[in-house]
């Protein structure tokens, strides 16, 4: 059906209440029980330093995602205007908007794995060898850039209002799943959505699990694309190549740095190119393959 175009200022003046903001204190005393839990029953599931570390990075991410939340809205808001259709307001189309929502959430999520440039957004969430309930605040200060990925709900024709809503219902929904505690859930939900025993996998170092269980809400994405990996032994979490430092700055920018290094000792722009885009599991055979190409040529 036809619409009418919507403007800044009637969206600005709904107000529209931040959730994850509300939510904040609930995840705040979880994570503290999580953590009593795992001191009283002697598990090596926290790292006091690690914690403290994930939630500064959080705190900052939160007041980042309130600064840039007009420049957010723009931006779905002109796509949203482009196309001449909408979709109703209903509670199906919330239903609707989730899952649509949920299969670019998948795509921008496996890219950001298979493309440093988009790794670089997402590593801090990975770079903790912990797994519980605090790694979940662990959202890089780059990753806002990732709103790219989400055009394609406003040009479906969901209202800014829905993705609003939506969007941050599907960021909730990613907090629960990182612990240790939750194994394994009854075979029909750990069929459709996404885990804290498939979300493990999606975590882990060892070579068998990596670059697999990419879903966010639902993990039927990866079971279609073919990313899909049961849990088998305790996943080793952390990166292949560890940072070992709890400065939030360090967590959040060790791999744009480590991209502009490369990128600066390049010798040529098809080097420099690969070393901003390859994929990051196979970054040392790319550096590998440019410097025997350059010792051939000497």
């Not at 890089?140 to 969007?167: C, D, E, N, R, Y």
């Not at 600066?264 to 690969?274: C, D, I, R």
């Amino acid at each position: 059906m036809s619409k009418e175009k919507l403007t800044f200022e009637q969206i600005l003046s709904l107000d529209l209440p931040n959730i994850i903001l509300y939510a904040a204190p609930i995840m705040i005393g979880l994570v503290a029980l999580e953590w009593y839990l795992s001191y009283r029953h002697k598990k090596d599931y926290y790292d006091n330093k690690d914690t403290i570390a994930a939630t500064v990075i959080g705190l900052v991410n939160v007041a980042m995602s309130a600064g840039l939340k007009v420049a957010t809205f723009g931006i779905i808001l002109f796509f949203y205007n482009m196309v001449p259709w909408t979709i109703p307001n209903t509670w199906w189309s919330f239903i609707l908007c989730l899952l649509w929502l949920d299969f670019w959430r998948y795509w921008a999520h496996r890219i950001a794995h298979e493309n440093r440039f988009w790794w670089a957004t997402h590593v801090t969430h990975h770079n903790s060898e912990k797994y519980n309930w605090s790694v979940s605040f662990r959202l890089s200060w780059t990753q806002h850039i990732k709103i790219i990925f989400f055009i394609p709900v406003a040009l479906a024709g969901f209202h800014p209002v829905m993705f609003f809503i939506v969007h941050q219902i599907a960021v909730l929904y990613q907090f629960w799943i990182h612990t240790e505690y939750i194994h394994k859930l009854p075979k029909p939900i750990e069929y459709i959505f996404t885990t804290p025993s498939h979300h493990r996998v999606h975590h882990a170092s060892n070579e068998k699990y990596l670059d697999k269980n990419y879903g966010s809400t639902f993990i039927i994405w990866d079971r279609m694309f073919g990313t899909f990996m049961h849990e088998e032994e305790r996943p080793a979490y952390g990166l292949t190549k560890q940072v070992n430092s709890y400065n939030p700055i360090t967590l959040n920018f060790h791999e744009w740095t480590d991209i502009f290094r490369d990128v600066k000792n390049s010798k040529s722009l098809k080097e420099a190119y690969a070393m901003v885009f390859s994929r990051p599991s196979e970054l040392e055979k790319v550096k590998a393959k440019f410097k025997e190409d350059e010792q051939v040529k000497v």
